[in-house]
Structure formats: structure tokens, C-alpha cells
């Protein structure tokens, strides 16, 4: 199976801030990789796929970036309502993989 | 615009069964859910996103994780738009909130829309 590591595991940031968070996969999976924000009580939220293609209705401060094991998520100026954890997702595989998360707080 | 509502989730007996539904209305586009690839995916307490299973538009393809394999059955009715997640021998680490989520019409497996989750606890 393909292995999603990602990090930080936390990050603390205010607001206005531009954050980069990483996701890392044990082997190639050349852009198969999707970004979901999850909060507490409330459903998986898909930001990113195909690494850079951002999704419909999802605010432009989100960005995706990275081709085989490497990939960044960055928000630019951070809103209030972007606290939450970011999860990666390989779909290379039929073996789907998600890495354990980052969480971003409020410093 | 989709919407997925999932159901069945509750108490189970370490060794029990369950079977979990997820109904599906709306559209993508011009496609249905009968175009659409389907998955279930979980998050056990104070963990990540685990994915569970997929399948395919007609049934014929069905991938699931190691650790459920031979235990759980996923399925769909597609003239009543409905998915389901057998669960059998179910054990303590299956204890999570099981959501439903749709897929694109090609086995590009990143998830566009979910439901708001369903929640699944084995405990004697």
C-alpha cells in the first residue's frame, strides 16, 4: 500500500497568515492526490484534486501543489473559518490512502 | 446539486452485523448516480479519515481496505439510488462514523460530495 505522511501534524497561525502544510507518499503517485478540510461534527469538505485543481465554490486562497511524492497545501490569508484539519488523499492506487492530517489552530 | 444521507448506524454487539444505507437525490451535471463511482469512508474517535470501500457505476468493481475485507460487503440499488455497506464480524476498531461520498465517472477516486456521516459503535 502507498503511505501518506504529512506535516506538520499541527500548526498554529493567526489570522492574515499564509500557512504550507506538506504530504508526502511512500512512492510516485504523479498528481492522484486530493486535499479535504474535515471539522469537528461536519462532513469531509474536498478542496483540491488532480494536486492543483481547485474545486468549485472553494475560495481562491486555497492552492494545491506537487507531482509525485511531494506535495504543499497553502492558504493564503487565513480566515477564521479555515481552522480545521487538512487531510491528503492518494487515489493512485486502488488501495486509497489518506495521511493522518494537519491541524491548523489559532495561535 | 447531490445530497447524501446516510443511515443504520448504532450500538452493535462485538460480532454483530449491521447493514448501512445511503440514499442518494440529485445530480452532477448531467449525470446520475447510476454515472457515478460510490465510496464509504470512515473516522473512528479522535482519528483520521480511513477509506473503507468503493465501487463502481454498475457493481462489477468493488475495492475495499485490508482490514475489512471478507467482513464487509459494499453494494447498490441503482434504480432506487441507494448504497450500502454490509458489516459483518464486527469488532471494537470498527467503531467510527461512516460517511458516504460520490466519485466522478471515472476512477479518479478523489470524493466531491459526502454526507454528514453516520455513526457506528461495537461495544459489549
Redesign the interface.
Given at each position: 500500500d502507498i503511505q501518506m505522511t504529512q506535516s506538520p501534524s499541527t500548526l498554529s497561525a493567526y489570522v492574515g497568515d499564509r500557512v504550507t502544510m506538506t504530504c508526502r507518499a511512500s512512492q510516485s503517485i504523479s498528481n492522484s492526490l486530493a486535499w479535504y478540510q474535515k471539522k469537528p461534527g461536519k462532513a469531509p469538505k474536498i478542496l483540491i484534486y488532480e494536486a492543483s485543481r481547485l474545486e468549485g465554490g472553494v475560495p481562491s486562497r486555497f492552492s494545491g501543489s506537487g507531482s509525485g511524492t511531494e506535495f504543499t497545501l497553502t492558504i493564503s490569508n487565513l480566515q477564521p473559518d479555515d481552522f480545521a484539519t487538512y487531510y491528503c488523499q492518494q487515489y493512485k492506487s486502488y488501495s486509497i490512502t489518506f495521511g493522518p492530517g494537519t491541524k491548523v489552530d489559532i495561535k | 446539486d447531490v445530497q447524501l444521507v446516510e443511515s443504520g448506524g448504532g450500538l452493535i454487539q462485538p460480532g454483530g452485523s449491521r447493514t448501512l444505507s445511503c440514499s442518494f437525490s440529485g445530480s452532477v451535471s448531467t449525470f446520475t448516480f447510476t454515472h457515478l463511482w460510490m465510496?464509504w469512508?470512515r473516522?473512528a474517535p479522535g482519528k483520521?479519515?480511513?477509506?473503507v470501500a468503493?465501487i463502481n457505476q454498475g457493481g462489477s468493481e468493488k475495492?475495499y481496505?485490508?482490514s475489512v475485507r471478507g467482513r464487509f460487503t459494499i453494494s447498490r440499488d441503482n434504480a432506487n439510488n441507494f448504497l450500502y455497506l454490509q458489516m459483518s464480524s464486527l469488532r471494537v476498531d470498527d467503531t467510527a462514523i461512516y460517511?458516504c461520498?460520490r466519485g466522478g465517472t471515472a476512477s479518479?477516486?478523489?470524493?466531491?460530495d459526502?454526507?454528514?456521516?453516520t455513526r457506528v459503535t461495537v461495544s459489549a
Open positions: - | 465510496t469512508v473516522q483520521g479519515l480511513e477509506w468503493n475495492y481496505v485490508d460517511y461520498a479518479s477516486w478523489f470524493w466531491e459526502w454526507g454528514q456521516g
